[in-house]
């Protein structure tokens, strides 16, 4: 082989080992924190976790990651796996948000933490509803409501329930959209409330261990049912969203006059100006929307997993859980006897008297499955 | 004189070596590249898929899933969608690209470097910012019925979150490369030879017919070949500008993946896209070996 024709093969494999990806370690006191939340939380921690709790724990860092949405998370918890396995350092200490349920077989590896036997000081106040998992750890909560617009419905004139409100979507063709279940918290609830109202209002119904092939299939069943009726009477005769925030922008263009929302999604539009200030804002009275916790998962192999446990602590805090209620227009993870005085007068028109939740696991694929099968495509939408 | 034969003879031999070791190692990274990334993947599905572990641990050969995926009313329409779609594009981007072509290889001057420009720009444009482009220009109360409603005219029938939204977004997305390779495809027209034609008598419609288009089918091959494939497999513009349901193949794949938790179900739609897309691309490779048979 010639000089040269070596020189080059010898720079091209240089090159590729300086393209690898290089290792890196986790830093001792620098908790590797990944979320798959929207910016709006993410901004929440910089601006807001991040130096509160680097204050009162001097030594200690935050190292915000965003993990992308769902399925980045899994992936890292899936290299937590590994890395237990081979007993490396898996560079992950906290999950903002997560399922303790996935990856599958993360808890029996022995990956995430118990966090009811880790003796976190404030766990004795989280929110029973909430608490889906020991292995993982409700810290903030935000429910869905309907928002429409107050110049084409008069606030006297809002459905406040179930039945009123599919009257008046059948009254009122193309006025009403909500989003594919799968895409956005705010269709999928919507969804959900539906399989509620199919099945007699009684959210402890679903459980996330009681789906099987039977009960799933009659208990969703008559709740396809209840939303094939109401789907030629849609937008556009049956059109879904993509997600929360198309639907917004609909409502937003006076497309409709009726959306699903996410409480803290309408009330940040409102406040930005992409809602009018005079969006009206109304909650089922016979049952509410279901809501949704946020649940984070603390990984007991990371290299920082004291320090992890003190996050998670930190997290269940007055101070934290305040600062959910006034800076994200969440709702605390905590029970509200938990939070100031204060607050609690303040937010006591839309503390709800509980929130409804709905199962995930093997409930929530059969949903979004059993969704577009049996409601999406029902509608001839060229008629 | 008959040394500086030899060296120069050593030299051409040793150049030659090299260039041969040179030209293996450039291509070794993309074939490295091809094989860990698309064959080792596509084996690995196909075979996960057809010898599958029952729940009591014992594997064995098993084509349920794709019996399962070609009984499926609902699976078969969004394959049926996704084919229409790609159909729907490849007539329209024809139709569209070939005039866009023929005008550029035969206009001179400023004008057609500005519509050159203007054809290639999609290219630069990700298809993220395209979807929620066409929803403010397209979208019910966007751009398009703003403009419509000052004249007074009604409102369009928006293509949003029906089969053609996705439709009108690939068909844009994809302009530039078919452009493109009509464009080179055009370049082995000879001037003479149409030329010739016009001077015994032939009419623009008959020189096209019997001139043009039997040098360049090869192209319009190569083009189509290469936009069906993207539009196939497409996901940003079909999820974003489609509607729930029949969803393309990309979506679907990706939502019984992630939303339905079905790896196996989503390997299998998978598999079957493979399918389809090697007989796009048999197309292809028959129509370069052709070429280069000549």
Request: proline share 6%; charged share 15%; glycine share 8%.
């Amino acid at each position: 082989m010639k000089r040269r024709t070596f020189m080059m093969s010898a720079a091209g494999a240089a090159a590729g080992l300086a393209l690898a990806p290089r290792m890196s370690f986790a830093a001792k006191g620098q908790i590797d924190w990944y979320t798959s939340s929207d910016t709006n939380i993410l901004d929440f921690w910089t601006n807001i976790v991040k130096p509160a709790f680097e204050a009162a724990n001097p030594g200690l860092k935050l190292n915000l990651v965003d993990a992308g949405d769902g399925a980045g998370i899994i992936a890292i918890g899936e290299r937590a796996i590994a890395a237990k396995q081979t007993n490396a350092d898996p560079q992950a200490d906290y999950f903002e948000s997560a399922d303790a349920l996935l990856p599958a077989g993360a808890i029996k590896a022995g990956v995430y933490t118990n966090i009811k036997a880790a003796g976190l000081s404030n766990y004795s106040k989280v929110n029973p509803l909430a608490i889906e998992s020991e292995y993982s750890l409700p810290y903030r909560g935000s429910q869905v409501l309907l928002a429409y617009d107050t110049t084409k419905l008069k606030p006297a004139d809002a459905p406040k329930t179930w039945d009123a409100l599919v009257t008046w979507i059948k009254a009122n063709p193309g006025q009403f959209v909500y989003n594919r279940p799968d895409k956005g918290g705010s269709g999928g609830n919507f969804v959900r409330r539906a399989i509620h109202q199919a099945n007699g209002l009684d959210p402890k119904a679903f459980k996330v261990d009681n789906y099987t092939q039977e009960f799933g299939d009659e208990a969703l069943g008559k709740a396809w049912k209840l939303l094939a009726d109401i789907a030629p009477h849609l937008y556009d005769k049956g059109a879904y969203s993509s997600g929360n925030t198309q639907s917004l922008q609909l409502l937003s263009q006076g497309v409709v006059t009726m959306i699903p929302v996410w409480s803290d999604q309408v009330l940040q539009a409102i406040e930005q100006g992409v809602l009018p200030a005079e969006t009206g804002l109304v909650q089922l009275q016979d049952l509410a929307l279901c809501g949704g916790f946020t649940r984070s998962v603390v990984i007991e192999n990371g290299a920082n997993h004291e320090a992890s446990l003190k996050l998670a602590d930190f997290m269940l805090s007055e101070e934290m859980q305040s600062a959910i209620l006034t800076e994200l227009g969440g709702f605390p993870g905590v029970s509200w006897d938990h939070v100031s005085a204060d607050l609690r007068k303040k937010f006591a028109d839309i503390i709800p008297q509980s929130i409804p939740t709905f199962p995930g696991g093997k409930w929530e694929a059969a949903i979004n499955d059993g969704w577009y099968r049996h409601v999406a495509p029902n509608v001839d939408r060229k008629s | 004189m008959s040394e500086f034969v030899e060296r120069a003879v050593s030299v051409s031999t040793e150049t030659a070596a090299g260039r041969r070791s040179i030209g293996l190692l450039l291509v070794a990274i993309p074939v490295f590249l091809v094989i860990w990334l698309v064959i080792w993947p596509a084996i690995n599905a196909i075979s996960r898929t057809i010898w599958r572990t029952d729940a009591d641990g014992s594997s064995s050969f098993d084509l349920s899933s794709y019996a399962f995926f070609f009984s499926d009313r609902y699976s078969l329409d969004n394959l049926a969608v996704t084919l229409w779609t790609t159909l729907v594009c490849a007539v329209l981007l024809l139709v569209i690209c070939l005039p866009i072509a023929l005008y550029l290889r035969f206009s001179h001057g400023r004008l057609p470097a500005y519509v050159q420009a203007l054809a290639i720009l999609p290219m630069f444009v990700p298809s993220i910012i395209l979807a929620f482009a066409c929803i403010r220009v397209l979208g019910p109360n966007g751009m398009v019925d703003i403009l419509l409603n000052a004249v007074g005219l009604p409102k369009i029938r928006t293509p949003y979150l029906t089969p053609w939204g996705p439709v009108i977004g690939l068909v844009w997305d994809n302009i530039p490369l078919t452009v493109l390779i009509l464009l080179s495809g055009l370049g082995s027209v000879a001037n003479q030879s149409i030329e010739a034609a016009r001077d015994v008598g032939a009419n623009t419609i008959r020189v096209f017919w019997h001139i043009i288009l039997p040098r360049i089918s090869n192209s319009i091959l190569v083009a189509l070949s290469f936009s069906v494939l993207g539009i196939f497999s497409s996901f940003t513009l079909p999820y974003l500008l489609g509607p729930a349901s029949p969803e393309m193949l990309g979506p679907f794949m990706q939502r019984t993946l992630r939303d339905v938790q079905d790896p196996i179900g989503a390997m299998t739609q998978a598999v079957v896209a493979f399918g389809f897309c090697i007989l796009f691309g048999l197309f292809y490779v028959r129509s370069v070996a052709r070429n280069r048979g000549k």
